[in-house]
Structures are given as C-alpha cells and as structure tokens.
C-alpha cells in the first residue's frame, strides 16, 4: 500500500462534530503514530497533530485524534468556518521504509 | 520564531536538473532534521526524503532513489534538494518542512513551497 485511504471530502454545518478517518496497514497505522496536517488552497500544510493524539502549541482543543487498530481519525468539534480546508494524515511505513500520506479530505463547511 | 524560506520558482526542460533551497531561522538549525515533500497539481503530498542537518545523513524515498540529493550547509543555515533527470510527472510544489525528531513532531514547520514546472 502506497498510500493511506481517506475519504475524498467531508462536510458539516457550523458548531457540529465532524471526523476523517485514515486507513493504513499493519506495516503503518498499525504499528506507528499518525500524523495530521491542515492545508488551505495555495499554502504550505500546517501540523495539527502529532505522534497520533498530541496538539502542537497554538492548535485549539476543537481538534483531537484517536487511532485504533491499522485506522485513525482526526474530529473536529465546534466547527466553524474557518476550519475548511484540506485535511491529510500520515504515518511513517516500516515496509517501505518511508513516509505515507493519505490523498486528503475536503472539509466543507455548510 | 521558526521560518523556513524556500527559492522561488523554477521552469525546467525534461532531462535536466533543479536544486532548490530552504533556509532555515529562527532555531537551532543542526538540532534538526529536514525533510522534503512534494505535491503534484490537485495531488496529495508526496515524501521524497530527508537529512539529519547535524551529521548529514541522508535517506530517500525508494521512488526517487538514484535521482535525488538532499545536502546542508550549516554555516548558511540551508538546506537543499536537488533531483535529476526531470521529467513532467516532476512539475510540482516542493516543500521542506522541519522534523523535530527530539519530540516525535515530524514536518512541525514548513517552508513556503517552491513550484517546479517541468515542460519543454
């Protein structure tokens, strides 16, 4: 597997909960932290998360993380505008010896 | 604070080479590693490979074994990618982002983004 399965968009209306969820293998996911960034149209990617449930500084509590298995999933509570954007996870593969990224998730919000 | 400013865009013909640079501030620059990702037009992000800035080593992504060089130049606080025998499936985005192995926060800070455009 040469990259992690997200679903192609996501939506949800100001103040809900929405999730994304990431699906690897035994050789990624399953065995290795997952890793969440943000990215706007135009710009650099942005960590969310890291080492699969950790909020960098700067980063709201609106935003948590959870894996289970060879699957992870990225929440995002309280939404709000200002959260669409393109999601992608990531997981280093010890298969292949290099990183993996998922093909991202729109987030629209409605 | 941590600002990683990459060289601006380039057009290549197919078969040549690009390098591309990433310098680095607002850190201690050889406490880190970089690494290096690309994204292709619409696409999603691609890792090509990463150097421990403090000792130099290197390791690169299978796919672009053979065609990519990832070097440092300390004194310059820099970073550079440079990868070979461009063809179009190259035209891309091409990102260094800052890799805080110390505390497992991989890609925590990246650089601006450098469009490479491979056409004849």
């Known amino acids: 597997q040469s990259v992690l399965t997200q679903p192609p968009s996501a939506s949800g209306t100001p103040g809900q909960r929405v999730t994304i969820s990431c699906s690897g293998s035994?050789?990624?996911?399953?065995?290795?932290?997952v890793y969440w960034y943000q990215q706007f149209p135009g710009s650099a990617p942005k960590l969310l998360i890291f080492?699969?449930?950790r909020r960098p500084s700067g980063v709201p509590d609106r935003f948590s993380a959870s894996k289970s298995g060879t699957s992870a999933s990225l929440a995002i509570s309280g939404l709000r505008s200002e959260d669409e954007a393109d999601y992608f996870c990531?997981?280093?593969?010890?298969?292949?010896?290099?990183?993996?990224f998922g093909r991202g998730t729109k987030l629209t919000v409605l | 604070q941590v600002h990683l400013v990459q060289s601006g865009a380039e057009v290549k013909k197919p078969g040549s080479s690009v390098k591309i640079s990433c310098k680095a501030s607002?850190?201690?620059?050889?406490?880190?590693?970089m690494q290096w990702v690309r994204q292709a037009p619409g696409q999603s992000l691609e890792w090509m490979g990463w150097?421990?800035?403090?000792?130099?080593?290197?390791m690169y992504s299978q796919k672009f074994q053979g065609r990519v060089t990832i070097t440092r130049d300390t004194s310059a606080t820099t970073t550079y990618l440079e990868l070979s025998s461009l063809r179009s499936e190259d035209t891309a985005v091409y990102y260094c982002?800052?890799?805080?192995?110390?505390?497992?926060?991989?890609?925590?800070?990246w650089g601006q983004g450098s469009l490479v455009t491979v056409s004849s």
């Open positions: 080492r699969t449930i």
């Open positions: 150097i421990n800035i403090g000792n130099g080593n290197t």
């Open positions: 982002a800052r890799d805080n192995v110390k505390v497992g926060a991989t890609f925590d800070y």
């Open positions: 607002g850190y201690t620059f050889t406490s880190f590693y």
């Open positions: 990531a997981a280093w593969d010890d298969s292949l010896s290099g990183w993996l």
């Open positions: 035994s050789s990624n996911i399953g065995r290795n932290d």
